[in-house]
């Protein structure tokens, strides 16, 4: 079906016309709903205009049925009409939950706190669509209605209720005044406040050891007296404004009572349009009240609607060419980096090549963009500028999802995730039930070119062993050997390792020796991040990064070659230095 909007409409406001039709039907409920609501007003008038003069009994009695008819088909809408909300709530989290987790994860340069509080902020917009807030705009057209209804009693009364929704409006004009930028920013506060606390408990091992718990619960606790002063100022505000305004109604519709009574002394109105004037403006200006209560999660709403949008924009990503499966030729052309919170990018302009069946081992010192580098070659991070390539095709030319088979990527915080350890090997591909891949077969193959496989069967459950989260029931050398074999799995042909060898011991170093060599004898393009120097024995080529540069990019003998010259006319510097001094 054609909605009618335009191929650049974004994705969430999409899913949102999808549902039109539901919207549509749930405020045609409304009409009826508050066409329904007069059903009281009109019993009331006909009871004191007819009933009472004339004493008929068979005429109350058929007044009431009708009424009470009225009443039944008024809370059956109202069930309906919430039941349709509650629907169209369901359908946009079954049709944009999976694209919001999407972006997430496939957005590189997302902070924690904005990664943290994505989710939250789709639940929140997406059970706003059956609270309080849209119900009030659906009833608040209707505002108009009942005031025409007003004026038709008596002009008197359609002025009162004129001159009160007026009054009212202009009350819920300041709470917006007073409450949007506190509300915004005590938003902005608890979403790092809670991120804050996240990371926090995920770290709680290293927190107990480092002697930080009293510190980071201090620290913790400010965050959230800020978080709740801010949010206590915008309540503050909106209970002010909201109690005064419920006062305010209160005593418009006692006055419009009043108001109704002296019109029919003056024989202007009949004894029952007396309390249908209250009643009128009471339906007249509750939708003003409701949106007035509901103002804070209004304005919840409308932040988390605009960082979805935000988080969104690019979602429709671009259908990709099937390429050709890459044999592992890789180049990086003119990449670099840019490091928060610093002036200096932390890569600059980085170049060089790296061929199938090479190893190349990646040296530098500390913050020289080793691990960013390698995130970069991994397809982790996406450079600010330059460009990757493998078999000549961009990374960007690729699905990445279908890239990412082709590639192997050990980072140094290697995570493992919840499930088995054959789950984790495999990346989690079972999940997707592609027909024809043997996933066994292909976890197994990977554990053993790791070296892990006898390991893993010494397990309780062998692969189906099931870990906690960041791999709890391993120790740290058996989950960086899983993390192994995960990069291996599926056969990549460029394999990316950021110090796979930090929690090996000397066995665990020489499995690692055995597998980067086979990998390089079967073709793989390999990447070794390391400081200790063993591991780089078997490497055709060493890149060396000083200050995000590319230093040098050499063969092993080269460079050994290049650091003695080094060495040695530093050494002779010193001698004559010496010399030099001790002659004066």
Known sequence: MNSGLSPGAGPLRRALVENRSLLIHAAVFS???????????????????????????????????????????????????????????????????????????????????????????????????????????????????????GFMVHPLLGVAGLVSAIALLGLAWLNERATHKP????????????????????????????????????????????????????????????????????????LALGLGAWLAIERQISPGAVFAASFLLARMLA??????????????????????????SDADVRRHTRLPDPKGAVSIEGVAAPSAGHERAILQDVSFALAPGEMVGLVGASGAGKTTLARILAGALTPERGVVRIDGAAYSDWDPERLARHIGYMPQ????????????ISRFRATLEEPGVDIDAMTIKAAQIAGVHDM?????????????????????????????????????????????????????????DAAVARLCSEGCAVVVVAHRSNLLRTAQRILMLKDGRL??????????????????ARAASAEALIQARMRA
């Open 183 to 254: 509300l915004e920013r005590a938003n902005r506060v608890a979403s790092a406040a809670y991120a804050e606390e996240e990371y926090t408990a995920r770290s709680s091992e290293t927190v107990r050891a480092l002697g930080m718990r009293t510190a980071l619960t201090v620290r913790q606790l400010g965050q959230r007296r800020e978080m709740i002063a801010l949010q206590n100022e915008a309540s503050f505000a909106a209970g002010k404004y909201l109690y005064l305004i419920k006062g305010i109604r209160v005593a418009l519709q006692s």
């Open 413 to 424: 915080d290697f995570v493992l995730f919840a499930g088995t350890v054959k789950e984790n």
């Open 551 to 568: 230093e040098s990019y050499a063969g092993l003998e080269d460079l050994a070659r290049a650091l003695r010259e080094a060495s040695s």
């Open 287 to 312: 939708p003003i009240e409701q949106v007035v209560g509901a103002w804070k999660s209004i304005v919840l709403n409308q932040s988390a609607y605009r960082s979805l949008t935000t988080l969104l």
């Open 31 to 149: 009409a009826f709903l508050n066409l329904l609501y007069l059903a009281p007003t009109l019993y009331m008038m006909q009871v004191y205009d007819r009933v009472i003069p004339t004493g008929s009994r068979l005429t109350l009695a058929m007044l009431t049925l009708v009424t009470l008819g009225a009443l039944v088909i008024l809370s059956l809408l109202d069930w309906l009409r919430s039941r349709l909300l509650i629907h169209v709530s369901t359908r946009l989290d079954a049709r944009m939950a999976g694209p919001v987790l999407q972006a997430v994860l496939r957005k590189p340069n997302l902070s924690r706190v904005e990664r943290s509080a994505a989710m939250r902020e789709f639940d929140t917009f997406r059970q706003s669509l059956a609270g309080p807030a849209l119900l009030a705009a659906f009833d608040a057209p209707w505002t108009p209605i009942y005031l025409l209804v």
């Open 456 to 512: 893993i069967l010494r397990l309780p459950q062998g692969y189906d062993t099931r870990l906690g989260l960041g791999g709890v029931g391993l120790s740290a050398g058996q989950a960086q050997r899983i993390a192994l074999a995960r990069a291996l799995f599926g056969d990549p042909c460029l394999i990316v390792l950021d110090e796979p060898n930090a929690h090996l011991d000397a066995e665990g170093e020489i499995i690692l």
